[in-house]
């Protein structure tokens, strides 16, 4: 896949191509969900031929309602603001539309995830567990940018096509490989907490990215695919792939 500036993958939503060796479900309302269910013959069978015959975990996967940078198209990972009214209208809609039989609430630190998990947990009161393996991923000096003042501002770090490098970030951000190392981590310590739960985890687009390509064992359309504000990625009995020990994109 050649290397393309297109919206920054981090925080702005895309489109959602067809997945191969998955079962997609998109649910009959304005909300759409996106939904993976292992099946017994995956690339995660070999990766882990213990866990097949096993219940695994239920992972939701919800991105955060909308803030004043998703709404300008700004990159935003460390930056902390709050969700906007659209935000805070997104997360409602879901908290709706959640199952009843959710048995952990796990969020974010940033604020537009905890703002996002309180209104979420209005009905299921659960106690919410803040796990700091699932902050978004930092990205330096391009945070609060849009793309155009990234470019003007670090034409060098823009002609390497920072944000889309395996082992180096923009700088004082985090490379994707120190952001796939934590997730894989956080994804770890939830399984075994809740080897057979409903697990209900509250971040961001960069992390959904990452959680979705280990469910997959698959990285190919990691900059294509995109979960938009307020809405969430189901993963059926879930296991993480094994961590990588090279470049996956």
Do not use: C
């Amino acid at each position: 896949m050649p290397l393309k500036h297109s919206l920054p993958f981090n925080n702005d939503p895309l489109w959602e191509p067809g997945l191969p060796a998955m079962a997609v479900y998109q649910a009959p309302n304005s909300l759409q969900e996106y939904r993976y269910r292992r099946q017994a013959s995956s690339h995660r069978d070999l990766l882990h031929p213990q866990t097949r015959e096993m219940d695994l975990m239920h992972l939701h996967v919800v991105r955060h309602g909308e803030t004043w940078a998703n709404a300008e198209h700004r990159y935003l990972g460390a930056l902390d603001p709050e969700l906007t009214e659209r935000g805070r209208e997104q997360a409602l809609s879901l908290s709706q539309k959640l199952p009843a039989s959710i048995d952990a609430l796990i969020v974010s630190p940033r604020l537009r995830a905890q703002q996002t998990a309180q209104i979420l947990n209005q009905a299921l009161r659960l106690e919410p567990v803040t796990m700091d393996s699932f902050r978004e991923r930092d990205v330096g000096v391009f945070e609060g940018l849009t793309q155009a003042q990234a470019q003007a501002q670090y034409p060098q770090l823009w002609a390497q096509n920072i944000t889309r490098q395996w082992a180096v970030g923009p700088t004082g951000g985090e490379s994707i490989a120190e952001v796939v190392a934590r997730v894989h981590q956080g994804l770890t310590e939830l399984a075994a907490r809740h080897p057979s739960g409903t697990v209900l985890l509250v971040a961001h687009g960069f992390v959904a990215k990452v959680i979705r390509g280990l469910a997959r064992g698959d990285f190919s359309d990691f900059y294509d695919w995109q979960l938009p504000n307020g809405e969430r990625l189901v993963l059926e009995n879930f296991h993480p792939m094994a961590l990588p020990t090279g470049a996956l994109l």
